[in-house]
């Protein structure tokens, strides 16, 4: 089984940075990846990035802002995000798996609880 952990959410106002951190027990998994999810919106792809972390995806709206990276000696996967805006404001999730569509959530076996990011304008 596996477990992941997020942390490193909070409050920040436009223009800030904040980096967020997922922790996996277990098994490392051949995609990790972040998600987000706004109130009264679906859970949207944010970045992944690949087993070796040669390989990493953006969604659009976060490109040339965020950075994902992952730390295999010990299995964690952070998202540098920096030049956060309002529309940044999302519950964050970690997801890990091997998916065919590493955007589709539902690819994913495992998430962890998520961590609020809240960013004020």
């Known amino acids: 089984q596996v477990q992941l952990v997020e942390s490193g959410g909070g409050s920040v106002q436009a223009g800030g940075s904040l980096r967020l951190s997922c922790a996996a027990s277990?098994?490392?998994?051949?995609?990790m990846a972040w998600f987000r999810q706004a109130p009264g919106k679906e859970r949207e792809f944010v970045a992944g990035?690949?087993?070796?972390?040669?390989?990493?995806f953006y969604t659009d709206s976060v490109k040339s802002r965020f950075t994902i990276s992952r730390d295999n000696a010990n299995n964690t996967v952070y998202v540098q995000m920096n030049r956060l805006k309002f529309e940044d404001t999302a519950v964050y999730y970690c997801?890990?798996?091997?998916?065919?569509?590493?955007?589709?959530?539902?690819?994913?076996?495992?998430w962890g609880q998520g961590t609020q990011v809240t960013v004020s304008s």
């Open positions: 990035i690949s087993r070796s972390g040669a390989g990493t």
């Open positions: 277990g098994r490392t998994l051949s995609i």
């Open positions: 997801a890990a798996g091997t998916p065919v569509i590493p955007s589709r959530a539902s690819d994913y076996d495992y």
